[in-house]
Every structure is written in structure tokens, then in C-alpha cells.
């Protein structure tokens, strides 16, 4: 078993707050949810199932959703990580974190979505012209993957929150 699998099998929470992530902002938006899938052994290991929603910013905040969840959530768990200091519930938070931050990232069938819905919304809509580069940036992101650019996310808000510490706290 490689080691992309073996993190893969450790970070399924964050599989599962990635498609949350679509699916609360679909309940955000009053966009009906058909069917959720939020954690499955194949290839999508989750998904959501939604009607089209009435606006491309719409379509853009559902594709978004588990990016901007999952680095709350993880922002979140590393900051309670080291109000556990030398507890196991310290290693819990950073899994937890970890695991939502490296599994925050659009698929590449979310950039696929975001595309169509931009083509869809143009017309009318000139914030759609958006969904075209974000598409690409999703995309090249995916394939940036291969270099753990994902694993490299989860430890870069890990240290975001570590380096920022002295200034949440006031002596």
C-alpha cells in the first residue's frame, strides 16, 4: 500500500466534512438536496446530489463550501490542539484538523460543475466570467496533489495557527 492510500485511509473524517461542506451550503442557499453519499470505499469516496442552483455565486459558494468548512474546521481543531498540550486529545485535534485541511480541496468533477454552471449563468450574469480561472485553479490544484500540495495545506495552517498563538493569547 502506498503512502498517498495509507493517508487516505487516515484522513476519511475529512472526506466526510468535504461533502458536508457541499451539503451545508446547498441547506445555506435552499438548494434541495436530492442525495448524499458522505463516505463510500470507491472513486468518488463521497458526493452530493443537488438541484441546479438559481445563481452562478450560488454554484461557486456550493463548490466552495468544503474548501472554506474545511479550513475553518481545521483552523479550529489545531487552535483547541494546544489547549490539550500533552494530551491525546491534543493528537486528536490535529488529526482532526489535518484530515479536514487535506481533504478541503474541490475535485476535479467540481471544477467540471463550476465550469458548466459558467457557461450556463454567462449570459446573464457577469461574475460567471470568475468560475472560468477558478475552474483552472481547482484543476491544477488536483494534479499538484501528486506533490502533496493537500498534505502541504494541512500543515501550513497548522502553522498559521502555532505562529499566531502568542498573538490569540494575552498574558
Known amino acids: 500500500m502506498g503512502f498517498r492510500k495509507i493517508l487516505s485511509a487516515l484522513t476519511i473524517p475529512g472526506v466526510v466534512i468535504h ?3 457541499h451539503k451545508l451550503f446547498c441547506d445555506l442557499l435552499n438548494v434541495k438536496v436530492k442525495k448524499v453519499c458522505y463516505f ?3 472513486n468518488p469516496a463521497g458526493y452530493v446530489i ?3 442552483p438559481r445563481t452562478f455565486l450560488h ?3 456550493i463548490v466552495l463550501g468544503p474548501f472554506i468548512l474545511g479550513s475553518v474546521l481545521a483552523i479550529i481543531c489545531y487552535f483547541y490542539s494546544f489547549l490539550y498540550k500533552g494530551e491525546i486529545v491534543e493528537y486528536i485535534f490535529i488529526w482532526l484538523g489535518f484530515s ?3 481533504n478541503c480541496f474541490p475535485s476535479d468533477q467540481d471544477a467540471k460543475v463550476l465550469w458548466r454552471e459558467s457557461n450556463r449563468h454567462l449570459k446573464r450574469d457577469l461574475l460567471a466570467l470568475i ?3 477558478f475552474s483552472v485553479l481547482i484543476w491544477l490544484e488536483n494534479r499538484l496533489s501528486y506533490f502533496y500540495l493537500d498534505a502541504i495545506y494541512g500543515f501550513a ?3 498559521l ?3 499566531n498563538l502568542p498573538i490569540l493569547y494575552f498574558p
Open 19 to 21: 461533502e458536508y461542506g
Open 50 to 52: 443537488h438541484e441546479e
Open 131 to 133: 468560475g472560468y480561472p
Open 40 to 42: 463510500r470505499f470507491g
Open 157 to 159: 495552517l497548522y502553522l
Open 161 to 163: 495557527v502555532f505562529l
Open 100 to 102: 479536514s485541511a487535506y
Open 59 to 61: 454554484s461557486l459558494l
